[in-house]
């Protein structure tokens, strides 16, 4: 063995054995890692949920099928528990045969014979005079009687929940109106006179309509007749100019019309669910020119019309870039001028949230407040809340997630099945039956004109504000602090309309519980929209008034309808009256359009631009 062999050997074994570097563990860098694995798997069986509602969208109508089916279930169950509801309801069809019976034998001796029951208020089927005449006052009587039997049978099941209640008699009410007399040309009187006096030309008139209809939907066409209603040339017509724009709104000033104006502005922000011309449409009816006229300096938010790039906009975006960024740039161009902010439905519900958050900061740029058809409070939302809860939303979210927003014709099918008689059915038996076209007037034809909403807004609209209530109980956050109505100081003015089908005027009156301020509150004929495009001349309009003082008590709407008299005529000129009391007692000279030396150019003229986005 060799001397260098020797040393090898005496070299200790465990010095031989390289020991590795330790692995350069980080276990939160480890953890994070997992936990965004994690994160990722959840988002993608997340996505699967979506994907999967939101292909079964289309063949549901938009309307979520666990939803319904909930509320099958909660009714059937407590109808078969109730054995007393059964035999009552045994009782009632037994009753009704008979009732029917006994008009079927005095309509046989005497043709004059009086209907045995008489339609629903505002339901006009069977209004014309061949209904009164066999058989097909027969066909009537036994539907109308079959309406009724059916309204008992999905109403008053005990146990049954509220909502769930609802769902089913609105459910039931659709279906029944699929097979009413009416909607079949064979068993419409009406429909058979007029075969008969056109040689049968109506079919071929109702035949194009139809074709003219289902061309137009599937290239995206408007409603026809819209075409005679142009922003700009006939509607939206008032002269003014857009002197602000950012991504979400454009801001339009109007032009004076009287020598001298009240020296406080007004900021009118109305729903973005629709175009903002329906307070702007044919000059006579026009709210915002009237308001002019009447030497008020007028502003108006145009909103923009989302896509799906905007689908992360949300409700604080239309808050901060809509309301604020408004109140700012009127501020910059009329400086030291306090502002009668008016909101219209949404518009209004967004501008009280704004003014609350205000209140709590001290920005007292606000002189009063006008809420026109917008609640604060939505434990009572109206027929709206058949297609708004958990199971709904979540499939509605599904929808505008695949798309980014919510679609105008998805809007649409909500509010045509809320009045589906008057929006659907009827239009079925004019124009394709009886080959008729309705004439558009400017309010059908604004109505067509829709707009989409962005995904994240919406969801947190009617997460936060329908099913939560956030904002009436005080808990809806601006930043860190709770925007609480009660927080408003000024003075208010809410209107509310007598068929209001979207914001029902007892939930408008609500406001009276939830400010510490002035209220004065007025209750118009009319529904959501034609209640508030209510001009001064249009007939067979009238409305109720008062004012509560911040230190008066609440009353009840029911003691408010009894005691309050009605007034003829619009409450345009006494909102304009209202405004006028609490703007400064001088009147200025009008003001300048924009305000170029502090970055207010003035730009496009009104309409603007947002107008014409589809």
């Not at 040393?7 to 200790?12: G, I, M, N, S």
């Not at 075409?227 to 509607?235: A, H, K, L, Q």
């Not at 509010?415 to 079925?428: A, E, G, H, P, Y």
């Not at 109720?544 to 005529?569: F, H, N, Q, V, Y």
């Amino acid at each position: 063995m060799t001397a260098v062999q020797s040393e090898e050997l005496r070299v200790p074994k465990e010095s031989m054995i390289k020991t590795p570097e330790p692995f350069p563990v980080d276990l939160d860098t480890t953890l994070s890692a997992l936990g965004a694995d994690e994160a990722s798997e959840a988002e993608a069986f997340a996505a699967l949920n979506r994907m999967t509602e939101a292909l079964m969208a289309p063949m549901t109508g938009g309307l979520s099928p666990a939803a319904l089916s909930l509320a099958v279930f909660d009714w059937a169950t407590h109808l078969a528990m109730a054995p007393g509801k059964r035999l009552e309801l045994l009782d009632k069809a037994l009753r009704k045969s008979n009732r029917l019976a006994v008009h079927l034998a005095a309509c046989a001796t005497d043709p004059q014979t009086p209907p045995c029951i008489e339609p629903l208020p505002g339901d006009d089927r069977f209004a014309s005079e061949g209904w009164k005449h066999f058989p097909f006052n027969i066909l009537s009587q036994t539907f109308l009687l079959n309406q009724q039997w059916w309204h008992n049978v999905t109403n008053d099941v005990p146990g049954v929940t509220p909502h769930h209640e609802d769902v089913i008699s609105f459910a039931a009410r659709q279906m029944l109106d699929v097979f009413s007399p009416s909607n079949f040309a064979w068993s419409n009187p009406d429909v058979l006179k007029r075969t008969a006096e056109t040689g049968g030309m109506n079919v071929v008139d109702g035949l194009s309509n139809l074709v003219d209809d289902t061309n137009r939907r599937l290239t995206g066409r408007p409603t026809a007749g819209t075409e005679e209603f142009v922003p700009g040339e006939t509607v939206a017509v008032t002269p003014g100019r857009v002197v602000y724009r950012n991504r979400l709104i454009e801001l339009i000033q109007y032009a004076p019309t009287t020598e001298t104006v009240h020296a406080e502005p007004i900021l009118i922000v109305p729903a973005w669910i629709m175009k903002y011309y329906i307070l702007d449409l044919s000059p006579q009816n026009s709210l915002i020119r009237y308001l002019v006229d009447r030497g008020h300096t007028v502003f108006c938010i145009s909103w923009h019309n989302p896509t799906a790039a905007d689908r992360d906009l949300g409700l604080d975006d239309y808050r901060e870039h809509g309301v604020m960024a408004a109140l700012d740039a009127i501020e910059a161009i009329l400086p030291d001028r306090k502002i009668h902010a008016t909101g219209y439905c949404l518009g209004g519900t967004l501008l009280s949230i704004a003014a609350s958050a205000m209140a709590r900061a001290g920005d007292d740029r606000l002189a009063s407040v006008t809420l026109l058809a917008a609640q604060i409070d939505f434990t009572e939302p109206g027929e709206l809340a058949l297609f708004i809860d958990h199971s709904q939303l979540h499939f509605l979210e599904s929808m505008m997630w695949n798309r980014g927003y919510l679609s105008a014709d998805q809007m649409a099918g909500a509010f045509q099945l809320l009045k589906s008689n008057d929006l659907v059915w009827s239009r079925v038996v004019r124009d394709y039956m009886m080959g008729e076209r309705q004439p558009l007037n400017d309010l059908m034809a604004w109505n067509a004109d829709s707009t989409r909403m962005p995904f994240r807004m919406h969801s947190e609209y009617l997460q936060r504000l329908y099913l939560d209530n956030d904002f009436a109980a005080g808990r809806y956050m601006v930043g860190d602090h709770p925007a609480a109505p009660q927080n408003i100081r000024v003075p208010i003015f809410a209107v509310g309309t007598e068929r209001d089908h979207v914001a029902p005027w007892r939930s408008v009156y609500k406001i009276h519980a939830l400010a510490d301020t002035e209220v004065t509150f007025v209750l118009t004929s009319g529904g959501h929209n034609a209640g508030i495009v209510s001009e001064p001349g249009h007939p067979h309009r009238h409305f109720r008034m008062t004012t509560k003082a911040a230190a008066d008590p609440c009353i009840g709407t029911e003691e408010w309808l009894r005691d309050t008299a009605s007034e003829d005529g619009s409450w345009w000129p006494r909102w304009s009256d209202w405004l006028a009391a609490r703007s400064s007692p001088s009147r200025v000279a009008p003001p300048t359009i924009g305000a170029p030396e502090r970055g207010y150019p003035p730009l496009e003229a009104a309409p603007g631009t947002f107008i014409f986005e589809r």
